[in-house]
């Protein structure tokens, strides 16, 4: 079945570009980003984390970012005016052109099957110089859920081969924060201190599972490239309001008029029984499934 797609005007986002593939349903900014602020799965509960206040929703929804590699630092933002054009198999979201460094940031969504879909982030070079850049996205979530990733299974006897890395108001105290053996998880609360850790994502997979509700991130960990933030492909944050998951392309090297992407894979199975952020033998049995 091929995907619907037509725009719509919410109070909460302004324009939007309405997404459906079958169950699926997602609502897409144009006037500033593009954000995924709405992810449906059958017309239930949006997963991703939104506030009521129209100058808040700007901070939220999907989003790219960008880590540039230059003196001047600086995470570039996506609240630029969005053009669209509907593909064969999904469509494409543009930004204009990011001002002074002259970069194009662009978003597919692309019909991956009936039941997942494909999130393409690009990055075109517009300016006259090479520029080293990494991307990475963050996809804010409810939170009461929690938010799991396998540890690295790299096979390494001779020096250390998992990779964790707290933020400096992080405590390893926090309730929030779930290390087993296997697997690492991330729980909400109304816990107003921030907790923000990464991860060497070798399998490149992220889950979140919300009651029997689960979001799904597949995407590729190339454990031979250099990451930013100590080499951490995937991140979990937890606010007081909500949860967030971020992944992380390495560091590209691009040339003008070149193009760098970060590829990610959504899918929303469901959980046969909802379990808890301490459990790894179901964590597993979940992930065995995917």
């Not at 952020?277 to 049995?285: G, K, S």
């Amino acid at each position: 079945m091929a995907m619907s797609i037509k725009e719509i005007h919410t109070e909460e986002f302004g324009h939007c570009v309405l997404v459906e593939n079958n169950d699926l349903q997602l609502a897409v900014t144009i006037d500033y980003g593009p954000r995924i602020v709405s992810v449906t799965k059958n017309g239930g509960r949006n997963l991703i984390y939104h506030d009521n206040d129209p100058e808040f929703n700007r901070c939220h929804g999907h989003k790219m970012r960008l880590t540039v590699d230059r003196p001047s630092n600086g995470v570039y933002f996506d609240d630029s005016p969005v053009i669209y054009s509907v593909l064969e198999d999904g469509v494409k979201f543009v930004q204009t052109v990011l001002e002074p460094i002259q970069l194009e940031l662009s978003l597919d969504i692309m019909q991956s099957n009936d039941s997942s879909l494909m999130i393409v982030h690009s990055v075109t070079n517009k300016s006259k110089e090479p520029l080293k850049l990494s991307i990475y996205t963050e996809t804010p979530l409810l939170h009461d859920g929690f938010v799991f990733a396998p540890q690295s299974e790299v096979e390494e006897t001779t020096r250390p081969s998992r990779i964790l890395t707290l933020w400096n108001d992080t405590r390893w105290t926090d309730a929030r924060l779930h290390i087993g053996d296997n697997y690492i998880a991330v729980t909400g609360s109304d816990n107003c201190s921030k907790l923000k850790i990464g991860m060497n994502n070798t399998q490149g997979q992220c889950m979140y599972l919300n009651g029997k509700n689960a979001f799904v991130k597949h995407y590729i960990h190339n454990r031979t490239a250099l990451y930013p933030f100590s080499h951490c492909s995937t991140y979990f944050t937890a606010h007081e309001h909500f949860l967030s998951i971020q992944t992380s392309s390495p560091f590209y090297l691009i040339e003008p008029m070149e193009i760098a992407r970060h590829i990610e894979n959504w899918s929303f199975p469901d959980s046969e029984t909802a379990f808890g952020a301490d459990d790894e033998e179901a964590m597993e049995n979940f992930t065995k499934l995917l």
